[in-house]
């Protein structure tokens, strides 16, 4: 059958049914022999230079930016009209948000017919003899549109058997301060990406390419013009598996048990609403049922008020949080003024763990009445996690062999505005673990969702989503998480500039707990 179908893809097109065969032809560059020559060379030395329309470059990585690519410039109007005319499906999760067209292998439109076997035939035999790595012929290409706050954030695009991303841009004149160019990054000693080295503006008719390795870290920066449209075709050609180091693994963040505090701390800060016995029991009851719960108004007016213009006038010492392809947001360090760290000294305190034992059935102190002993199970049994088919078996093991259990809570106060976002990755030290995550938020007044800056729980390999998270002034969000659920904060985009253009954004304590 494949033979058929190969057949059938190749069959004379001048002779079928009189329709005239559509080529898109490479740049002379490409097809020259001397130039070949100059570029494999280059390549192999990893020297820098012009080679006609070909421009190698090493750093931060090697890649190379073909301008012009394609020798007719009626082709690629053909084909622009083409892969419009696809069925473009939006895509959005915590690394990406744009328009992805259907596959564009099997499609049998001609102008796309045409560049597949440019592209996956003669350009890939030119890739293959520059650089010396024996690609294989499997074709891997679709179309991506990305219109205004699109975005697809730092990545490497390793994948087994990927050799070279190539990506061939049809977008009308470009400026850079439409935002959409492609960032490469620099790397660390642990091959960790930090810095923007290189921002590529993508040009019509130009095709970049780049060795796919464990630093070739890029991003597709956020389009920050309404109503242009940047469209490419882009793809990876396949060789031999190369051998990858080990993954970089970040440090846990620091646990530590409560502080001792009275519930005096309580009474001062937090809604009284909160704090009676029935409306305890009655939140617990429906956390154990949903492994998640908001309160809003949760700390008193005054004292919400107080932090909420601390944060936003006083000046506190913000510490940028990377690496990109984890996260990307600010988090406050060194002396912090009064009101926050006597917030930050609630979360933490010993009043506060019993409070939050009360309000989830969760033991987060031993004077809860939380651990079931009685029934001989471990302490939190009843209580299900967000993930939803969690039996809790797991509650017995033991932390890294520790016979008492001391529960713990690590925290920060982070600033999050445009720009900023985290990521799902796989060596997250915090995945796999079960947790009580507390979100408390501020200055999020006229906060849109379209601004992104929301927190997705999803469940793992599923791209299910289980639970958003909306940032919401004085609410306290309380999410059971267990080893199967992820979190990501979503890329908060230009539009939340029409908010405030003084990038104020909004505040939040994150922090978890661990029985
Ligand atoms: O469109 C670009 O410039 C890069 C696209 C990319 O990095 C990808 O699709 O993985
Ligand atoms: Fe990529």
Same mark, same amino acid.
């Not at 000693?189 to 930090?194: D, K, L, S, T, V």
């Not at 944060?311 to 940028?320: D, M, P, V």
């Not at 932390?399 to 796989?426: A, M, N």
């Given at each position: 059958?494949?033979?058929?179908?190969?057949?059938?893809?190749?069959?004379?097109?001048?002779?079928?049914? /009189?329709?005239?065969?559509?080529?898109?032809?490479?740049?002379?560059?490409?097809?020259?022999?001397?130039?070949?020559?100059?570029?494999?060379?280059?390549?192999?030395?990893?020297?820098?230079?012009?080679?006609?329309?070909?421009?190698?470059?090493?750093?931060?990585?090697?890649?190379?930016?073909?301008?012009?690519?394609?020798?007719?410039?009626?082709?690629?109007?053909?084909?622009?009209?083409?892969?419009?005319?696809?069925?473009?499906?939006?895509?959005?999760?915590?690394?990406?948000?744009?328009?992805?067209?259907?596959?564009?292998?099997?499609?049998?439109?001609?102008?796309?017919?045409?560049?597949?076997?440019?592209?996956?035939?003669?350009?890939?035999?030119?890739?293959?003899?520059?650089? /010396?790595?024996?690609?294989?012929?499997?074709?891997?290409?679709?179309?991506?549109?990305?219109?205004?706050?699109?975005?697809?954030?730092?990545?490497?695009?390793?994948?087994?058997?990927?050799?070279?991303?190539?990506?061939?841009?049809?977008?009308?004149?470009?400026?850079?301060?439409?935002?959409?160019?492609?960032?490469?990054?620099?790397?660390?000693?642990?091959?960790?990406?930090?810095?923007?080295?290189?921002?590529?503006?993508?040009?019509?008719?130009?095709?970049?390419?780049?060795?796919?390795?464990?630093?070739?870290?890029?991003?597709?920066?956020?389009?920050?013009?309404?109503?242009?449209?940047?469209?490419?075709?882009?793809?990876?050609?396949?060789?031999?598996?190369?051998?990858?180091?080990?993954?970089?693994?970040?440090?846990?963040?620091?646990?530590?048990?409560?502080?001792?505090?009275?519930?005096?701390?309580?009474?001062?800060?937090?809604?009284?609403?909160?704090?009676?016995?029935?409306?305890?029991?009655?939140?617990?009851?429906?956390?154990?049922?949903?492994?998640?719960?908001?309160?809003?108004?949760?700390?008193?007016?005054?004292?919400?008020?107080?932090?909420?213009?601390?944060?936003?006038?006083?000046?506190?010492?913000?510490?940028?949080?990377?690496?990109?392809?984890?996260?990307?947001?600010?988090?406050?360090?060194?002396?912090?003024?009064?009101?926050?760290?006597?917030?930050?000294?609630?979360?933490?305190?010993?009043?506060?763990?019993?409070?939050?034992?009360?309000?989830? /059935?969760?033991?987060?102190?031993?004077?809860?009445?939380?651990?079931?002993?009685?029934?001989?199970?471990?302490?939190?049994?009843?209580?299900?996690?967000?993930?939803?088919?969690?039996?809790?078996?797991?509650?017995?093991?033991?932390?890294?062999?520790?016979?008492?259990?001391?529960?713990?809570?690590?925290?920060?106060?982070?600033?999050?505005?445009?720009?900023?976002?985290?990521?799902?990755?796989?060596?997250?030290?915090?995945?796999?673990?079960?947790?009580?995550?507390?979100?408390?938020?501020?200055?999020?007044?006229?906060?849109?969702?379209?601004?992104?800056?929301?927190?997705?729980?999803?469940?793992?390999?599923?791209?299910?989503?289980?639970?958003?998270?909306?940032?919401?002034?004085?609410?306290?969000?309380?999410?059971?998480?267990?080893?199967?659920?992820?979190?990501?904060?979503?890329?908060?985009?230009?539009?939340?500039?029409?908010?405030?253009?003084?990038?104020?954004?909004?505040?939040?304590?994150?922090?978890?707990?661990?029985?």
């Amino acid at each position: 059958m494949s033979s058929k179908r190969r057949q059938g893809d190749r069959g004379d097109p001048k002779t079928k049914k /009189g329709k005239r065969e559509i080529k898109a032809g490479l740049t002379e560059s490409l097809l020259d022999q001397a130039g070949r020559d100059a570029a494999r060379q280059a390549w192999e030395r990893r020297e820098a230079g012009n080679h006609g329309s070909i421009t190698l470059s090493s750093a931060p990585f090697p890649h190379c930016v073909i301008h012009p690519v394609i020798q007719s410039l009626e082709f690629l109007d053909g084909l622009k009209e083409e892969l419009l005319g696809l069925n473009f499906n939006e895509k959005s999760n915590d690394l990406y948000k744009f328009k992805q067209s259907d596959d564009l292998k099997r499609r049998k439109e001609p102008h796309i017919s045409a560049l597949r076997q440019v592209l996956f035939e003669d350009f890939r035999e030119w890739l293959s003899d520059v650089t /010396g790595v024996k690609l294989e012929k499997t074709v891997d290409m679709s179309c991506a549109q990305y219109d205004y706050t699109d975005t697809l954030l730092c990545h490497d695009d390793e994948l087994e058997g990927r050799r070279f991303a190539f990506i061939l841009y049809l977008v009308p004149e470009w400026l850079e301060a439409y935002g959409g160019s492609l960032d490469l990054y620099n790397t660390d000693e642990n091959a960790q990406p930090g810095s923007i080295a290189k921002s590529l503006i993508p040009k019509w008719n130009s095709l970049v390419f780049f060795e796919v390795s464990p630093i070739s870290f890029h991003q597709v920066s956020e389009v920050l013009c309404e109503g242009k449209c940047r469209l490419s075709v882009s793809g990876w050609f396949y060789g031999p598996y190369l051998e990858r180091p080990q993954p970089f693994l970040d440090p846990l963040p620091l646990r530590s048990p409560h502080i001792p505090h009275d519930h005096e701390i309580l009474y001062e800060w937090v809604n009284p609403v909160y704090l009676s016995v029935d409306a305890q029991s009655q939140i617990q009851e429906e956390f154990e049922e949903r492994s998640e719960m908001l309160l809003k108004n949760f700390l008193q007016e005054e004292k919400f008020n107080e932090v909420c213009s601390v944060l936003a006038t006083q000046s506190i010492e913000w510490e940028q949080c990377g690496p990109p392809n984890r996260r990307c947001y600010q988090r406050a360090r060194g002396d912090l003024p009064n009101a926050i760290s006597s917030c930050m000294e609630l979360l933490k305190s010993e009043a506060f763990f019993l409070l939050l034992s009360n309000l989830t /059935g969760l033991s987060l102190h031993f004077l809860s009445t939380n651990s079931d002993d009685s029934e001989g199970e471990g302490p939190s049994q009843n209580n299900q996690s967000v993930s939803e088919d969690d039996s809790g078996a797991e509650q017995s093991e033991t932390e890294q062999g520790q016979s008492e259990k001391v529960p713990l809570c690590s925290g920060e106060l982070r600033h999050w505005t445009h720009g900023h976002y985290t990521l799902i990755h796989d060596h997250d030290p915090e995945r796999h673990q079960f947790a009580l995550d507390l979100l408390l938020f501020f200055g999020c007044k006229d906060w849109k969702e379209e601004y992104g800056g929301f927190t997705s729980y999803i469940a793992k390999e599923e791209d299910e989503e289980l639970l958003t998270v909306y940032p919401e002034n004085n609410c306290l969000a309380l999410v059971y998480r267990d080893k199967e659920t992820m979190r990501f904060v979503k890329h908060i985009n230009h539009k939340s500039l029409e908010r405030d253009a003084s990038h104020k954004g909004f505040w939040d304590f994150a922090f978890a707990y661990h029985e």
